[in-house]
């Protein structure tokens, strides 16, 4: 029995084929993923399954029965939940003022009933093990317990099928997994689930069907047992993935970076506790760890945004302790920010813009009159963007406009024109494509050949363990172990990062 | 002169208070569904207006009262048309009402009374209310003995406001428009459509309180006769933090201000324009003071593009 069947469903947005007639057939009672690069069509056909956008063209069936459904409210009507990846929540008002929000049960005189309310919302949380508090109000709630109620507010409407859009996107791996708890026990309740995503072991780990979708088109549907990493990649992306990198043997050379007892206390709580560490030419030093845990503030330290309460930083034998962010840049240390939103450009700027960002002061970009060389900041930006890939390779366009995975490259370009000696790169590819990480992770490997020094803060452990020499794992504030490429063992630093040694 | 400093300073400046408190209050809801509504000052005048002259004409206060009412619904009406519709800046659509509000009123009294300023003395004042034990008790009696209909009103308006806001349904569908209206859209609820209700509310009031200006506390509208107190009510709203309870005492301080500078004329030797200032100085140190600590309503101000 098949809980949805998408039939030919095609869908234009002006110029663009979003869904060319593609067919999706979720059992009921499974897991059913839907995996594609950015822009593949994913989220569409699942929007248009929700009510968001109706199909030009192709027909919708529940559960064996031919539906229309021309906006959300029909969608939920007919046993629909979907949890966007933005979550749709209101942070001043309480769990049960959230999930009742349109549906409020009333008495006759109009007045809230939220007692009778926050009764029916403990009892689901209790029947799926979602620990959710229905008086706690949503701005207190991590990310993790934000998503669940909005698990919570679908199954308040009796949703049979929950669509989540990128929902392992803002977790942690220890909430991941916890999620993951949460999914299975859906299913076995009767709960048919679908999953946008597209990160593939998640998809190995946690699906029973799979469909693969590229340039709107459906490209593959198949059962999560036939699947591999390797195919779905190759299905995705559309030619042969390189799963394993390029790494060419490099002997690390003289020290480049070392720290020495970094401390730091930020609004009275102490971030960072007595960390020591050596970086070498060549060497790519990993810092793994669950975010929050002191890696903001060390990268901060370094790149000249946090000021040291004690310690030393010392770079190429010269001590570069509470330096100027300026001054180190001018230094020759890239920095490769986490958010690449609020610190890496400006959405409003234009690409050419962005890619001067920290060396617009100096020639060529600048005259010696003070007046910006507008002829240089766009042939350089021409030349870094077809060198990059950055697609399209405009140099006026709004980098707001393009994809995460296109500014991220956007921004390693500028990085790594400077010709660095000393690299700081956060997250690298947080929300971006294959494609993107591939050459992102490649890029990063070149230039451990030109033996330059690379800091990689990541909280994904299989890109630390595919890239790094050595990890550093960090657990509030301090370092709480080290392991080699060699011994590196995803167990062991897993319980390292929650505090177990 | 501290013999000003009497139960009657009290009682007169519950009287100021009044129009703050209608006015605050309707600020509050247009706010809270995330609508700006500068434009108080504005609707005020033209509610006091509208108030003068339909009592005047018809020789009853009621009837000015509920034109008052509607005029400043309609006024609002004008600026959710701008503001919600057409996504206009909030501020710049208050501000054309704002702006209308002075020239408005003295081109229409100029043409029924041939005066710019003034228009004529109502025959009847809204009623005086003595409740009848209380008015007996010496301290009690100066303090709540007599006031006009409109003043019970505004003060019942208080705890009836928290309760729509906070316990029923339509309350929490307002909140949630002005704090993500994308998510209320998501959840069904109709966003332009309480955001209308939410503005048309804030008309309501504000036309009620210019209307006490005019045919409760006065008797005639006169040029300016909100002297600004639809921005004093803006304020008196943020130093409440959007909320009933703390607005209350924020329009009180402001009313009791008042009161203090129109007895204090003539007492201290002070120029008389310092005086008045006394209430607006105080604003200013009052708003300095509490700027950036409310909790504004996330979507305040910002326009909202409804799907369909």
């Known amino acids: 029995m098949f809980a949805v069947r998408l039939k030919q469903i095609t869908k234009r947005f002006a110029q663009t084929l979003a869904n060319d007639a593609v067919d999706i057939n979720i059992r009921q009672e499974t897991i059913h993923a839907i995996i594609g690069e950015n822009g593949a069509g994913k989220t569409t056909i699942m929007e248009i399954l929700y009510g968001f956008y109706q199909a030009d063209a192709g027909e919708i069936e529940l559960f064996g029965e031919k539906k229309e459904i021309a906006n959300p409210q029909d969608a939920i009507d007919n046993g629909i939940g979907m949890v966007h990846q933005h979550f749709m929540l209101i942070p001043p008002m309480t769990v049960t003022e959230n999930i009742i929000l349109g549906l409020e049960p009333i008495s006759r005189s109009g007045i809230l009933q939220l007692v009778q309310a926050e009764e029916r919302i403990r009892t689901l949380s209790d029947e799926y093990g979602l620990e959710i508090d229905p008086q706690a109000k949503v701005e207190d709630l991590s990310v993790g317990l934000q998503q669940r109620v909005e698990i919570l507010k679908a199954l308040y409407r009796d949703a049979e099928i929950l669509i989540l859009d990128e929902p392992t996107a803002v977790l942690t791996p220890l909430e991941v997994k916890e999620f993951f708890q949460i999914l299975r026990r859906l299913k076995s309740q009767g709960k048919t689930i679908v999953i946008i995503t597209h990160k593939l072991e998640e998809v190995l780990e946690i699906s029973d069907d799979v469909t693969v979708m590229r340039n709107g088109k459906k490209v593959g549907e198949l059962p999560t047992k036939d699947a591999s990493a390797n195919i779905l990649a190759n299905m995705m992306v559309g030619r042969e993935v390189l799963f394993s990198l390029s790494k060419n043997d490099v002997t690390p050379g003289n020290t480049t970076l070392k720290v020495e007892n970094l401390s730091v206390t930020v609004n009275d709580k102490p971030r960072l506790k007595n960390v020591s560490f050596e970086l070498k030419e060549g060497e790519i030093l990993g810092i793994a760890g669950v975010e929050g845990n002191g890696q903001t503030e060390l990268v901060e330290i370094l790149t000249g945004l946090l000021k040291l309460d004690t310690g030393t930083v010392w770079y190429l034998g010269e001590d570069i302790t509470n330096l100027s962010a300026r001054k180190i840049r001018e230094k020759r240390i890239a920095h490769i920010p986490a958010d690449r939103k609020a610190h890496g450009f400006l959405s409003t700027y234009t690409n050419a813009e962005n890619q001067i960002l920290g060396f617009h002061y100096r020639e060529p970009f600048c005259r010696p009159n003070g007046f910006l060389n507008f002829p240089n900041i766009r042939e350089n930006a021409k030349n870094l963007l077809k060198k990059f890939d950055v697609r399209p390779p405009l140099p006026d366009l709004q980098t707001g406009t393009l994809s995460g995975g296109n500014q991220q490259k956007l921004i390693v370009a500028r990085e790594f024109s400077r010709h660095p000696r000393l690299l700081i790169i956060a997250q690298p590819t947080r929300g971006i494509d294959i494609g993107a990480i591939e050459f992102i992770h490649q890029q990063i490997l070149d230039l451990r050949t030109e033996k330059v020094a690379v800091l990689l803060i990541s909280a994904e452990l299989e890109e630390i363990r595919s890239l790094s020499d050595r990890t550093l794992v960090m657990f509030e504030g301090e370092i709480a172990g080290e392991v080699s490429a060699a011994t590196f063992d995803m167990e062991k630093v897993g319980m390292m990062m929650t505090g177990h040694r | ?308």
């Open chain 2, 1 to 308: 002169m501290w013999e000003i400093l009497d139960l009657e300073l009290i009682a007169s400046g519950l009287r100021l208070s009044t129009p703050l408190i209608l006015a605050a209050l309707g600020g509050m809801f247009s706010e809270r569904a995330g609508v700006v509504n500068i434009a108080l000052d504005g609707i005020m005048i033209f509610g006091a207006f509208t108030g003068a002259v339909v009592a005047y004409e018809t020789a009853n206060p009621w009837y000015g009262l509920l034109a008052a009412m509607a005029l400043g619904g309609l006024v609002a009406h004008i600026h959710g048309i701008a503001s919600i519709r057409y996504q206009a800046d909030q501020v710049v659509s208050g501000t054309a009402i704002n702006l209308l509000a002075i020239g408005v009123p003295a081109v229409l009294s100029n043409a029924l009374y041939n005066s710019t300023t003034v228009t004529p003395n109502i025959q009847l004042m809204l009623p005086i209310i003595h409740i009848p034990i209380i008015s007996s008790i010496p301290i009690l009696g100066t303090l709540l003995g007599k006031y006009s209909i409109l003043v019970f009103f505004a003060f019942a308006m208080v705890p009836l406001s928290w309760f729509v806001i906070q316990k029923t349904s339509f309350g929490l569908r307002l909140r949630a428009v002005g704090e993500n209206p994308e998510a209320a859209e998501t959840a069904g609820i109709n966003v332009y459509l309480m955001r209308y209700y939410a503005v048309w509310i804030s008309g309501l009031l504000a036309g009620l309180g210019g209307a006490f200006l005019s045919i409760a506390h006065g008797s005639s509208y006169v040029n300016n006769i909100s002297a600004g107190r639809g921005f004093i009510a803006l304020a008196a709203l943020i130093f409440g933090r959007y909320t009933p309870k703390l607005t209350l005492v924020g329009c009180m301080i402001f009313g009791i201000a008042d009161a203090f500078q129109i007895r204090v004329q003539g007492v201290i030797p002070i120029p008389v324009q310092f005086i008045q200032m006394f209430p607006y100085v105080l604003t200013m140190i009052v708003l300095a003071g509490l700027m950036g600590r409310a909790h504004v309503p996330a979507a305040d101000g910002i326009p909202y593009a409804q799907a369909k």
